[in-house]
C-alpha cells in the first residue's frame, strides 16, 4: 500500500477531528413487544403521560449537539453554552458569530420547528482545560497551552496531539502537577451540562438527556461515540481519550462506573463518522485477544452498549458507497449522496482518481500509524458492517453489529435540530458564519460546501419520557433521517396478509403476529419466506416551509456469500422512481407528483432459509435544491464564489430516512470460515 499521503492524511484528520404518526394515525393501541434481544432489561417508565400510546407514536430529536464548552466550538468564536442549546432546540433562539468590535455575538438564530427531544454531547476531552483557558483569573489561564488556544492559529500542536496520537496527555502548564486544576474545572463543567439537561427536562412535553461525547482519533480515524445516560444517575467524570484510547475502554468504563455501579446508572453509546475512520469504528481486529470466547465477550460488550450508529450527521452520510471491492449486487446510485470524503482524494477540478488507496484489513490493521482519511473499506459503511455482522456471528457466535439506524447533526453552534436546507447557515461558528464562507474556498474543509445540514433521529416510543425514549434506543425501534421528518416503520414475519396496508390498523396487526425493525425474526416453522410491513409517511413540514412528497420507498438486503463477499439487493417495493419529478435550480421550485404516504406488504422472492440475511428500509423524497443551490441562487451569477461550481457537490438531492433493521439468523449455516479473517478488500474504481 502507498504511504504517500501519510502526512496530509494526518493533516486533514486533524482539521475535521477540530470542526468537527404512522402508529397515531392508524389509530393503533396494540401491546408493544420486545424489538430483538437485548442482554439488558428494558427498565418499566413510572410516568403516564395523557397521550400514553402503547402502539408507540414518533419523536424527534437531535443527540449530537456542542456547545462552548467544546473546545473545537469555543475556538470556533461559539459562546452558546447547554442552557442556551437546549433553549434553541425546543423551540427558541441563540447568538451566533459574526462577533462585533467588542466579541459579541451578533447573528440570531431562531429555531422554527421545536424537537421532542435532544442531548448536548460536549467533547469529553479537555473540558477543564476549556474552562480554564476561557475564564480570567484561573490558575492556569495564562499557559502557554491556554495562550495558544485564544490565539488565531487554526491547528494547534497540542490539539493535533489530543486528538490523533494513541497515547494523549494532559498538560501540566494548564492542569498543575498533579493535574488537579484541570479535575476540579471538569468537574464543575460536567455540573453545568447536567443541571441544564436536567432543567430542561420536563416529562410529556419534552425530554433532555444529560450526555457527552468520546472524541479519539486514533491514528488518524475516526473514534467518536456520542455517550447517553438514561436518567440522572452518571459517571462520575465523562470518559474521554485520554483515560480510553481505545473503543473497548470505553466499554469498560461505562461498564463499571455505570452499569455494574449499583447507583441506577444506564447507559448506551451511538457511534459515528464511520465514513471517516478507515475500517476502525467497524474493526473486526481482535489479534489481542487469544480464544473465540474472549473475542465472542467483547462483540456482545460492543453490542449491549452501542445498539444504534449513527447513519447521517454534518460530515456526511455513512450508509453505503459504491465501487467498493468485496460488495456484489450493482451499483446504488443513491449511495452517492453526501460522500463527505470525496473531498479527501479530488483534484483541483474536483476529479476523483480511478483508484482510491485501500485501508489494510486483518491482524493487526487497527495498529497501521500511517491508515489516515484517505484509505477506503467496505467497513468504512454501515450497510457492510450490517453484513459483516451475519460472518462474525458464524465465526464468534455474537453479530457485533446488530444495531438500529439513527441521524443527528453534530452542530458546534448549539443548533439542535437546525437541519433545514434552504435556512442552513452552518454549524461551526465564525468559520462558516457568512454567505461567502459558509459556501467555502476550499471543497476539503470540514466547514464550506463539502458538510451538509446533518440529520435527526426518529424514535417509536410510547411517550415523550427519559425512559420511554431511552428504551426505544435500547430496543432499536429507531430510524434516521438525512433532515426532514419523514416516518419510516417497519415489521417482519411469517404470516402478513398481502392486504394487510389496507387496514386501519395495520401496524397493530403487524406488532401482534411479527417483530419491528431492531427485532430478530423467529424461526419459520413451515413459512417459506418472510414478508414486511414497510411504511413511510412524508414530512408534512409547516406553514412557512411545507414538506416534499415521497418518491419511493425502498428494501435493502444483505448478507454474506460463501465466497465471503458482501451481497446487496435494492428492491423498489412502493411509489415510482419514474414519477416524473424534478427541481428548477434557477428557482427551487419543485413540480411532480408524489406521494404523502407510502406501505407496502413486500415478500422475499429469492429467500434461503439456510442464509443469514438483515433488511432495512429507505424512503425517498422528491428531488429537491441541496443547502449549497439556495446560497449560490442568493448571488448575481458573475459574483458567485467559486463552491457553486465545483463538481462533486450535487446542486440538487433527494433527502432520505432510513429505518432500523431486521435479522433473520440461519441455524446451521456455514458456520466457520477462518480463511475469511485473511483477506482484504479496499475501493476499486469509482
Not at 104 to 116: G, H, Y
Not at 171 to 187: F, I, M, T
Not at 593 to 600: I, K
Request: net charge negative; with cysteine.
Amino acid at each position: 500500500m502507498s504511504t504517500t499521503k501519510c502526512f496530509p492524511a494526518m493533516v486533514r484528520a486533524c482539521v475535521m477531528a477540530l470542526g468537527l404518526c404512522l402508529a397515531a394515525c392508524d389509530g393503533d393501541q396494540g401491546a408493544s413487544k420486545s424489538a430483538g434481544a437485548t442482554s439488558l432489561p428494558l427498565q418499566p417508565d413510572p410516568i403516564s403521560c395523557a397521550d400514553f400510546n402503547p402502539g408507540r407514536q414518533a419523536f424527534f430529536g437531535d443527540v449530537h449537539v456542542h456547545t462552548a464548552l467544546s473546545m473545537d466550538a469555543m475556538r470556533y468564536a461559539v459562546a452558546v453554552r447547554p442552557d442556551d442549546a437546549y433553549r434553541y432546540g425546543f423551540g427558541g433562539s441563540v447568538m451566533l458569530p459574526p462577533l462585533d468590535a467588542e466579541g459579541n455575538s451578533t447573528r440570531r438564530q431562531s429555531n422554527p420547528r421545536a424537537l421532542d427531544f435532544m442531548a448536548v454531547t460536549d467533547h469529553a476531552e479537555r473540558l477543564g482545560e476549556t474552562m480554564i483557558c476561557t475564564t480570567p483569573g484561573e490558575p492556569g489561564h495564562d499557559s502557554e497551552f491556554c495562550e495558544s488556544l485564544k490565539s488565531d492559529q487554526r491547528f494547534l500542536p497540542a490539539l493535533m496531539q489530543m486528538i490523533v496520537s494513541p497515547t494523549p496527555y494532559r498538560y501540566k502548564d494548564v492542569c498543575g502537577e498533579d493535574l488537579e486544576n484541570c479535575d476540579r474545572a471538569s468537574r464543575t463543567i460536567w455540573g453545568e451540562i447536567q443541571q441544564a439537561a436536567n432543567t430542561w427536562n420536563s416529562p410529556c412535553e419534552r425530554t433532555a438527556f444529560i450526555a457527552y461525547e468520546y472524541t479519539s482519533f486514533l491514528l488518524g480515524s475516526n473514534y467518536h461515540r456520542n455517550v447517553i445516560f438514561r436518567n440522572t444517575a452518571v459517571q462520575e467524570l465523562p470518559t474521554g481519550n485520554i483515560e480510553a484510547p481505545r473503543d473497548f475502554k470505553l466499554w469498560d468504563a461505562l461498564e463499571a462506573e455505570c452499569l455494574n455501579a449499583g447507583t441506577g446508572c444506564d447507559v448506551l453509546a451511538i457511534p459515528h463518522n464511520s465514513n471517516i475512520s478507515n475500517g476502525r469504528m467497524f474493526s473486526t481486529d481482535y489479534s489481542d485477544l487469544e480464544s473465540t470466547a474472549a473475542k465472542a465477550a467483547r462483540a456482545s460488550q460492543r453490542i449491549r452498549l452501542e445498539p444504534i450508529v449513527e447513519v447521517m450527521q454534518h460530515k456526511g452520510d455513512s450508509e453505503c458507497r459504491n465501487g467498493l471491492a468485496g460488495v456484489l449486487g450493482g451499483t446504488d446510485e443513491l449511495c452517492d449522496f453526501e460522500k463527505f470524503t470525496n473531498t479527501l482524494d479530488a483534484d483541483e477540478n474536483g476529479e476523483l482518481p480511478e483508484e482510491i488507496s485501500q485501508c489494510e484489513e486483518g491482524p493487526g490493521a487497527d495498529q497501521i500509524s500511517h491508515q489516515g482519511p484517505d484509505c477506503m473499506t467496505r467497513m468504512n459503511y454501515i450497510r457492510y458492517a450490517l453484513i459483516e455482522g451475519l460472518r462474525q456471528e458464524q465465526e464468534i457466535g455474537v453479530n457485533p453489529f446488530q444495531f438500529g439506524l439513527s441521524a443527528s447533526t453534530d452542530t458546534h453552534n448549539g443548533t439542535a435540530g437546525a437541519v433545514e436546507e434552504e435556512s442552513f447557515m452552518g454549524h461551526l461558528g465564525r468559520t462558516d458564519d457568512t454567505r461567502e464562507e459558509n459556501l467555502g474556498s476550499n471543497p476539503a474543509d470540514i466547514n464550506g460546501i463539502n458538510a451538509s445540514p446533518g440529520g435527526l433521529i426518529g424514535v417509536w416510543a410510547e411517550q415523550n419520557t427519559r425512559d420511554s425514549i431511552f428504551n426505544a434506543m435500547r430496543r432499536k425501534e429507531v430510524f434516521g433521517t438525512s433532515g426532514p421528518r419523514m416516518r419510516v416503520r417497519m415489521y417482519a414475519g411469517w404470516d402478513f396478509a398481502p392486504s394487510l396496508c389496507a387496514a386501519p390498523d395495520r401496524a397493530s396487526q403487524a406488532d401482534a403476529s411479527g417483530v419491528p425493525m431492531g427485532g430478530n425474526l423467529p424461526p419459520p416453522g413451515d413459512a417459506t419466506a418472510p414478508s414486511f410491513l414497510a411504511l413511510a409517511m412524508a414530512d408534512p413540514g409547516t406553514e412557512t416551509a411545507p414538506g416534499n412528497p415521497l418518491q419511493k420507498l425502498q428494501m435493502i438486503k444483505g448478507w454474506v456469500d460463501r465466497n465471503g463477499d458482501h451481497q446487496q439487493r435494492i428492491i423498489d417495493i412502493a411509489g415510482s422512481p419514474d414519477n416524473g419529478a424534478s427541481v428548477d435550480l434557477a428557482s427551487c421550485g419543485t413540480t411532480g407528483s408524489g406521494h404523502q404516504q407510502l406501505c407496502a406488504v413486500w415478500q422475499d422472492p429469492e429467500f434461503d432459509a439456510g442464509q443469514s440475511a438483515v433488511y432495512y428500509l429507505r424512503a425517498v423524497e422528491n428531488p429537491s435544491c441541496r443547502w449549497s443551490q439556495f446560497q449560490c441562487n442568493q448571488f448575481e451569477p458573475d459574483e458567485r464564489p467559486q463552491a457553486c461550481e465545483h463538481k462533486l457537490f450535487s446542486r440538487s438531492i433527494q433527502e432520505r430516512a432510513w429505518s432500523s433493521p431486521v435479522w433473520y439468523r440461519a441455524e446451521g449455516e456455514f458456520a466457520r470460515i477462518p480463511h475469511l479473517q485473511k483477506r482484504r478488500f479496499g475501493l476499486g474504481a469509482i
